[in-house]
């Protein structure tokens, strides 16, 4: 079991979500992030233009069976590109156990519904 | 304010009226039911602009650590200048003074806690609408107290609308102490100077409906003073720091608008043709000001904000708050579009350009609109709206000298007063924060509260 942690472009979010449902991802977290980095963003408040450093971004937390690790990876990765900088960053961990709490199910079958 | 020319006509129709019908009892004057009415309601929308309206306005502007110091500076002042109107604020605003060569520059202790007034005296201040008292002398047609309450609200908002400048990095106490000795030194002389009956400006004939010169000049000047000697907040990089809540700033905006209806339709001190007019004039400056902005943010940078909108509204409104009494539609489009072309240059350009840092551009939308509201009264004053005023568009540009005057003396007095003032409260209490309570917030730090926590 991994998860697999994605900070990607807002604009891109919509177009994550269809690619990881696309590859059979029932589901998936997601919050909104602040955070400094070497790209900055535009912003105009009252007439003046200037660059922010504070960059918005959307963080995915996907948790998925080891089958699925690669098709998951590939999905985020196709689906958030844009080839500049700011595209985001991708983080894969282990998971050591996953309980279901309906059922106590555990390990990789509380991650996915068998029907 | 047309006192002095009624005062001889109304004497005049007196004097015919004994002559033709001697002995005949004069009638009592009376308490006018609409007018009343209508100043009543029209006080409670010049609250409705501080709180809440400023206030969100404002806090909405700031970042999230510091909207509730914001809140808690408006409403402090709501309180605190109440109580300092009534106390001395009132008498010495519209007051008269005993001592003589005072008499055009501050009114005496006379109305000190609202003495000698009764619940059924008539406000002698009127402007429209006036009737002969038993003594002689000409009253309005509401009560006097309902007029001190009507303008307690724009003692309170004045200082209010310094908070834009020195916002996110001021200790509260030096604050407080600050804007009281501001109301009282710089605020209830120059509302002397231009609204009483022995104000040297009024008695110049300078023009300001709704407190153009007194409120917003004076305030606008006051704010670039302390922002300069404030100094730049710690994380000011040149550019103004993103407002933390748009929805409230929006909320504000609508509020002080609505608000404004009180402000400059109240200022005629009864319900008739020059209040309607007034209200119309108003809402097509404000319309037309936040019109400018948009398109000014969409054709510069590309797209009309939220924020830009909003702020081309207030600058409307500031501008027409002089002339409200005084010009019609034409005026109003005009007033409205200049405002905004200049407030955007100032806050867009000429502020980033010479480094000061004006937190929310109090001095950028409410000097700089106040300032060119007050000089386009003397320009673009029609006889259409008030016979007895015309300004330079009309051929009159005397009236246009007489504003600069006006305008440039409420600028110096204000920039003076305020520096001594700023001075006096730093060396006594302190008015900065420190850098690292600055940092924190000043939510956390002066108040001990925080607006808004990711649990219940």
């Known amino acids: ?115 | 304010m047309k006192k002095n020319i009624l005062s001889i006509l109304a004497l005049l129709a007196f004097s015919i009226t004994t002559l033709s019908a001697q002995n005949a009892a004069a009638i009592a004057p009376k308490i006018d039911a609409g007018d009343t009415a209508w100043m009543i309601v029209a006080t409670a929308f010049v609250l409705l602009m501080s709180i809440p309206g400023l206030a969100l306005f404002y806090g909405g502007l700031v970042r999230r650590k510091n909207v509730l110091n914001v809140f808690m500076q408006v409403f402090i002042l709501v309180a605190v200048i109440s109580v300092e109107w009534v106390v001395v604020g009132y008498s010495t605003s519209f007051g008269s003074n005993s001592i003589e060569f005072l008499k055009p520059f501050i009114g005496g202790f006379h109305w000190a806690f609202l003495n000698n007034i009764g619940i059924n005296d008539l406000s002698p201040y009127f402007i429209s609408h006036s009737q002969l008292a038993a003594d002689g002398s000409t009253v309005g047609t509401i009560p006097h107290i309902i007029f001190i309450m009507f303008q307690c609200m724009f003692a309170v908002i004045t200082p209010a609308l310094i908070i834009g400048a020195f916002a996110e990095r001021i200790n509260f106490k030096g604050f407080l102490i600050f804007s009281v000795l501001w109301s009282l030194f710089i605020y209830n002389p120059v509302a002397h100077w231009v609204w009483a009956a022995d104000g040297w400006l009024f008695k110049l004939g300078a023009l300001d409906f709704a407190g153009g010169t007194v409120v917003h000049v004076n305030a606008g000047v006051a704010a670039i003073v302390t922002a300069i000697m404030l100094g730049r907040r710690r994380d000011y990089k040149g550019h103004a720091i993103p407002a933390h809540n748009i929805t409230y700033v929006v909320i504000g905006a609508g509020l002080l608008w609505v608000g404004w209806f009180g402000f400059n339709a109240g200022s005629g001190l009864a319900a008739d043709g020059l209040a309607a007019n007034a209200l119309m004039v108003t809402h097509i400056a404000a319309a037309a000001a936040a019109l400018t902005w948009a398109l000014l943010d969409w054709i510069l940078d590309k797209r009309p904000t939220v924020v830009g909108i909003s702020t081309g509204a207030v600058g409307g409104l500031v501008a027409i708050t002089p002339a409200a009494g005084f010009v019609g539609v034409p005026g109003a489009l005009i007033i409205g579009v200049l405002v905004s072309l200049v407030c955007f240059c100032m806050v867009a350009y000429v502020k980033p350009k010479l480094g000061y840092d004006d937190s929310l551009d109090a001095f950028g939308v409410h000097g700089i609109g106040g300032i060119l509201g007050a000089l386009l009264t003397g320009v673009l004053a029609t006889p259409l709206v008030q016979s007895a005023y015309s300004g330079a568009a009309y051929g009159n540009f005397h009236q246009l000298w007489i504003q600069f005057l006006a305008v440039g003396v409420t600028i110096i007095f204000s920039a003076v007063g305020t520096i001594i003032l700023f001075k006096i409260v730093d060396k006594l209490v302190g008015l900065r924060v420190s850098d690292k309570h600055e940092a924190i917030g000043l939510d956390e730090t002066q108040h001990g509260e925080t607006a808004y926590t990711n649990f219940d």
């Open chain 1, 1 to 115: 079991m991994k998860k697999i942690e994605a900070i990607i472009r807002k604009s891109k979010f919509e177009d994550v979500k269809q690619a990881l449902s696309d590859a059979g991802i029932e589901w998936f977290s997601y919050w909104d992030i602040t955070g400094l980095g070497k790209s900055t963003e535009e912003q105009v408040v009252r007439g003046q233009v200037f660059q922010s450093s504070y960059i918005h971004r959307r963080m995915l937390s996907i948790v998925v069976r080891d089958v699925n690790l690669e098709k998951t990876v590939n999905a985020v990765l196709d689906s958030a590109w844009t080839g500049e900088t700011g595209d985001g960053k991708l983080f894969i961990y282990d998971i050591e156990e996953t309980y279901r709490i309906r059922n106590r199910e555990s390990g990789s079958d509380a991650l996915f519904n068998k029907e």
